[in-house]
């Protein structure tokens, strides 16, 4: 039983940074970093993932040491994907398989796609959302989601999958066009994407935030957008204005990988919980912030943890809602 789904892959990342350092393997997947990002502040998520039979080496002893069921994880093959993601100077990464015979192809092939099937069998009573990450705007796929929605009365966030210049993830796919967007959205009704795709999408210079979140208004339907923006931070976008958080650091930052997973996950319980659109901007970056400090997802959340994130996210509210007369 679970509130919260966090849907997606999980993956045994290896970080290489613009400068070359590497940061060894360590967990890594979007529903990994979208589960982190909720349960900072809740244990009431559940990981909805196809994997391989060794995610138990890593992910098993980081789930039962945060409280967490691995109930919703369908072990589909002898190995997770391990991938090699190199962080280029444009903000994007590079994917490559790494080692030998641990083929990132095979979740592209669909044995370890988490499909809209996987995601209805753990949908419980007590279920109100479900973010996902990994399907493109399909109209067949999107109708199969909408009918989960409808059929449970779940709520929908979903980040989008676009990659700028790509011929399948990008313009020029045919999975891709605005026709399918706006379709995706309105079924969705929750949606997140970062700065590079917005700017691509819409054809606006990627610093122009203020031209860019017009544009994002613009979509009928989705009663929010979480808008991310990198280290500047991110804006909670809904249809009485778009409210801005800037990045919040915990500790030193050590690694970004993940954090736009993490914090879409936190956006969608922050925003369901609070339906305050400058508080889901505050939590959210509390998430990145506590996803930034190491490789992979934080390691042990703690009561403490806890309790202090939300000290944090109050005293950011205080600071930052003069800025917002209408809250």
Request: some cysteine; glycine content about 10%.
């Amino acid at each position: 039983m679970a509130k919260y789904l966090a849907c997606g892959n999980m993956i045994y990342d290896s970080i290489v940074s613009i400068e070359g350092e590497e940061f060894g393997e360590h967990l890594g997947g979007q529903a990994m970093y979208a589960t982190a990002g909720i349960r900072l502040w809740s244990k009431d998520v559940k990981t909805v993932s196809c994997v391989g039979a060794d995610y138990k080496d890593g992910y098993g002893p980081w789930f039962e040491a945060n409280g967490l069921t691995e109930s919703g994880l369908s072990i589909e093959l002898d190995y997770c994907s391990h991938v090699l993601m190199r962080h280029t100077e444009s903000g994007a990464y590079e994917t490559t398989s790494t080692p030998a015979g641990l083929k990132y192809i095979e979740y592209e092939q669909g044995f370890l796609e988490t499909r809209p099937e996987h995601i209805e069998r753990q949908i419980d009573p007590d279920t109100v959302a479900f973010y996902h990450h990994t399907h493109l705007p399909d109209y067949v796929m999107f109708e199969k989601l909408r009918k989960i929605r409808e059929k449970y009365g779940v709520k929908f966030m979903w980040e989008i999958m676009y990659m700028p210049g790509n011929t399948r993830y990008g313009f020029g796919s045919p999975y891709f066009n605005m026709d399918k967007l706006r379709n995706a959205i309105e079924i969705a009704g929750m949606w997140s994407l970062n700065r590079n795709e917005a700017a691509d999408i819409f054809r606006i210079p990627r610093e122009n935030d203020e031209d860019i979140i017009n544009e994002l208004m613009k979509f009928k339907g989705p009663e929010m957008c979480y808008y991310r923006c990198g280290s500047k931070g991110a804006y909670v976008v809904t249809g009485n204005g778009a409210y801005f958080c800037p990045m919040i650091d915990v500790t030193t930052s050590v690694d970004p990988m993940g954090c736009g997973n993490c914090s879409t996950g936190a956006s969608m319980y922050a925003w369901l919980e609070t339906k305050d659109p400058l508080m889901t901007a505050i939590m959210s970056a509390i998430s990145a912030g506590h996803n930034a400090a190491q490789s992979g997802p934080w390691p042990l959340f703690t009561e403490e943890d806890t309790l202090n994130a939300r000290r944090l996210a109050g005293e950011y509210y205080e600071k930052l809602k003069v800025n917002y007369p209408n809250l």
